[in-house]
């Protein structure tokens, strides 16, 4: 068997993302002493504030399937999504111990709630909740933004985190739109030549820059796509799909899988949505405050999802444009079972693409779903009328 | 909110007139020119829709209408038939339902359709989806009042700035523009004076319940008596007359010893003060309340009965500062409030109101209101020593009422405050 040139990044990566009793996390503290380790939820916090204080931002994303939830369930009824028992889970067996501060971000009512069940579970942590905008006014929901972000510097910094300076945060973003930039390049080869780069292989690759500082995902990254370029291309005869629906509890890599194995190429999604949750690049004006930029960032950039307000847009637009911009046939609807706003934004998503004349099935997962048959089933069907549409 | 079978008194005839005249305003509405707001219940700015002449349809209550009135199971299945999951807040799904079945309100006369959606988005993150689905159905356009959430347990200038700034620049100018005239603050500020009134008088019954034994059931009773403030009449004479004809009945109550009205009639031997946790349900109130009667339970305060306003820590609408009291008024209503501050409250009820014991109605529907629930259950039975029950149902998914098992755990409940009675005499 002929070596693959992006095993090694790859091998790298899903150690990462496999690892939750987070030992990367505690290597990084041992070598940055003063420097605090921040977990965040899902979906989103502006990571380079973060870097700019010399903090590690990790995203929680619960426990996945590896993780054997026994406590965390006796806080949350049984209609309540999985990730925040799998949380509780790691919050009270220990491993989260060796970080510093956990910020949750106003994704749902879920995480709202969560965070004050946090600050009662371990008050020796320091716990902010912070609110995203939905006004997205810069002069409104920006400047109020701004104010949170600037309220969160304040947390970290009386817990030892280096003074927030617009130097470093200048830096931070520049390290981000790096990033960025690379993350682009990445979804252009699933895009454009979906054999290179399976979306299973994408997901642990962007997945571990949600764990990482940036520089190491940069280098990470840096490993991976001229490797996977290097890829022999193969005969390619799958259904081309988007995945919507998973940006918070995120499904079981085998879940992912089995879109694959069924003939299913996801060629975009909402995985890990907190690295895209602004896109391209953020711009810090001449003689800005780069807080301000990175408010602004959020405000005029931000990804439309389930969690943020449409405002004045149509609502599904931006699927629909994701569906062509990625030259879609399909759409799989793949969120997690009880999660309110993934649900409650499927029918009107779906109505959107069905108006443009886009296929889409629904599949409902917990994070530790281990059954995948009737997915299987579903997906493979899905994908062959899929290539029947097409041919048609 | 017209269908208990209890005898009825001078403010509930009163109260029952007020919402039948307000339903037949809105199915005259487009004839009479009127415009018509959509919005909710916890941050309803009816003062400031009073004072733009703008007519509100609260879809939460129209949804628990539906429930009492046994319309929300057809309602939820024509939502799911449309593609809806079950999992999902089944308010929203009966009110989708509703309008798809030719929106029919309580009174059964057609609801007018909205000329905007007053997305005040206090509380609750299934707000915003609601407003969004009504928004593809109506075509009409939404204003979102973004209302930060009291994470740290506090209302900071920050917030407090934000929202009257959103108030001055957004919301304001967009009801004008759709009322087609000006605020006149002079309006807007009387209007503010008469919350402060009626919400004077509310907080005087809610602290009846102090009194042994309580002359109203602060739960089951108290949902009637927040109808008309939670709704279109805050900042009305109409609600000034209705709170003080209330609290007169109840004080009256209180002064000749008798306990609250229920649907099997006075509670003459009250045996159980309760603190209830959580919204009840609505398509079982009746069976639901009279489980509780049955054994001389009252439920002396409860949380739900604060959503739409939490008045008796404080809080008036102050006629002096209104963009501060609208923006403070939002900022306040309960599920806005921080899990450590309803720890707080709810162990306060507890002491404030001698209550035996503390339940919590886990609704499937809510994540607002219960995520954190049973971690509140146990901090509350922490500090006041007081027995946690914890029973769940739905909002008017009727499929979520487990009779049997709600009562059998009641019977658990009420078994450990009696041993506790025991205990304590002993
Ligand atoms: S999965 Fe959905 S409901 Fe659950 S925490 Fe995440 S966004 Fe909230
Ligand atoms: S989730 Fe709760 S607060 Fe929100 S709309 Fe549903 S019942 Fe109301």
Redesign the pocket.
């Given at each position: 068997m002929s070596h693959d040139p992006a095993a090694t990044p790859l091998e790298k990566a899903r150690e990462l993302v496999e690892d939750l009793t987070f030992s990367h996390a505690k290597a990084w503290k041992a070598a940055h002493p003063g420097g605090l380790v921040v977990g965040h939820?899902?979906?989103y916090v502006p990571r380079p504030l973060f870097e700019a204080m010399g903090c590690l931002p990790v995203t929680i994303y619960g426990g996945g399937d590896q993780v054997d939830v026994v406590r965390g369930d006796s806080y949350f009824q049984s209609y309540?999504?999985?990730?925040?028992r799998s949380t509780v889970e790691l919050g009270v067996s220990g491993a989260l111990d060796g970080f510093d501060a956990f910020v949750f971000p106003s994704?749902?009512?879920?995480?709202r709630n969560?965070s004050g069940m946090w600050k009662i579970l371990f008050p020796q942590k320091a716990v902010a909740y912070l609110d995203m905008p939905q006004n997205f006014d810069a002069h409104l929901g920006g400047k109020f933004y701004a104010l949170e972000l600037r309220r969160i510097a304040r947390m970290l910094e009386e817990r030892g985190a280096k003074a927030l300076t617009s130097a470093a945060l200048a830096a931070a973003i520049e390290k981000e739109n790096e990033r960025g930039v690379l993350l682009d390049q990445l979804d252009s080869i699933r895009r454009d030549e979906p054999w290179r780069v399976r979306a299973s292989e994408a997901y642990v690759a962007i997945r571990a820059g949600t764990l990482l500082p940036v520089e190491e995902h940069i280098a990470l990254l840096s490993e991976l796509i001229p490797a996977v370029r290097q890829r022999p291309a193969r005969a390619y005869d799958n259904a081309r799909v988007v995945v919507v629906g998973s940006?918070?509890?995120q499904p079981p890599p085998g879940l992912i899988k089995t879109l694959e194995q069924s003939g299913c190429d996801i060629v975009s999604d909402d995985f890990n949505l907190g690295l895209r949750a602004v896109r391209g690049k953020i711009e810090v004006a001449p003689g800005e405050d780069p807080l301000v930029a990175l408010a602004r960032a959020f405000i005029d950039q931000g990804t439309q999802t389930?969690?943020r307000y449409v405002g004045k847009a149509k609502k599904g637009g931006a699927l629909v444009e994701t569906v062509k911009s990625s030259r879609a046939d399909g759409v799989v609807f793949l969120?997690?079972s009880?999660?309110?706003?993934?649900l409650l934004d499927q029918p009107m998503l779906e109505a959107a693409l069905d108006e443009a004349s886009v296929p889409h099935t629904s599949v409902k997962f917990a994070e530790n779903t281990g059954q995948f048959q009737s997915v299987r089933e579903q997906a493979g069907a899905f994908g062959d009328s899929l290539k029947l549409w097409g041919a048609a | 909110m017209s269908t208990v079978p209890v005898a009825k008194e001078v403010s509930q005839i009163r109260q029952k007139t007020m919402i039948a005249d307000h339903f037949k305003r809105l199915s005259r509405a487009k004839e009479d020119g009127k415009k018509v707001i959509y919005t909710f219940v916890p941050g309803n700015l009816s003062e400031l829709l009073g004072a733009l002449d703008l007519l509100p349809v609260l879809p939460e209550i129209n949804a628990l209408q539906s429930g009492m009135r046994g319309k929300s199971a057809a309602y939820i299945a024509e939502a799911e038939r449309q593609g809806h999951s079950e999992d999902v807040c089944s308010y929203v799904k009966c009110d989708v339902g509703m309008s798809l079945s030719g929106n029919i309100g309580p009174t059964g006369e057609k609801l007018p359709p909205p000329d905007a959606l007053l997305l005040s988005h206090t509380g609750c993150f299934t707000f915003m989806k609601w407003f969004e689905l009504l928004r593809e159905q109506y075509k009409c356009p939404v204003i979102m009042l973004h209302v930060p959430y009291q994470g740290d347990g506090e209302i900071t200038a920050e917030m407090r700035r934000y929202m009257v700034e959103q108030l001055r620049d957004v919301v304001i100018p967009a009801l004008e523009e759709i009322a087609g005239k000006q605020l006149d603050l002079n309006e807007l500020s009387r209007r503010l004076a008469l919350s402060a009134q009626a919400e004077d008088d509310l907080v005087r019954v809610w602290e009846a319940g102090k009194r042994r034994p309580a002359p109203i059931d602060g739960y089951f009773g108290g949902v009637y008596y927040v109808g008309p403030i939670f709704s279109a009449f805050r900042g009305t004479e109409e609600a000034v007359a209705y709170y003080r004809e209330l609290r007169e009945e109840v004080e009256a109550r209180a002064a000749r010893g008798e306990g609250p009205l229920t649907p099997i009639g006075p509670i003459t031997n009250e045996r159980y003060r309760l603190v209830v946790e959580g919204p009840p349900c609505w398509t079982s109130f009746n069976d639901f309340w009279s489980m509780f009667a049955k054994e001389g339970a009252v439920v002396v305060a409860s949380t739900y009965t604060k959503v739409g306003g939490l008045y008796d820590t404080g809080f008036r609408h102050d006629p002096a500062q209104p963009y501060e009291a609208l923006a403070d008024y939002c900022l306040g209503c309960y599920t806005n409030h921080s899990l450590t501050r309803r720890i707080e409250l709810l162990s306060k009820y507890v002491r404030d109101y001698s209550a035996d014991g503390f339940l919590v109605n886990s609704v499937k529907s809510c994540?607002s209101f219960s995520v954190g629930q049973l971690q509140m259950m146990r901090e509350v039975e922490a500090r006041t020593g007081a027995p946690g029950g914890f029973i769940e149902s739905d909002l008017v998914d009727s499929r979520y009422f487990g009779k049997a098992n709600i009562a059998n755990r009641l019977q658990s409940f009420f078994q450990m405050i009696d041993a506790r009675k025991a205990r304590r005499s002993a």
């Open positions: 939820l899902p979906i309540i999504c999985h990730i925040p994704t749902c009512d879920v995480i969560l940006f918070c509890e389930a969690c969120a997690a009880f999660c309110d706003p993934a | 994540n």
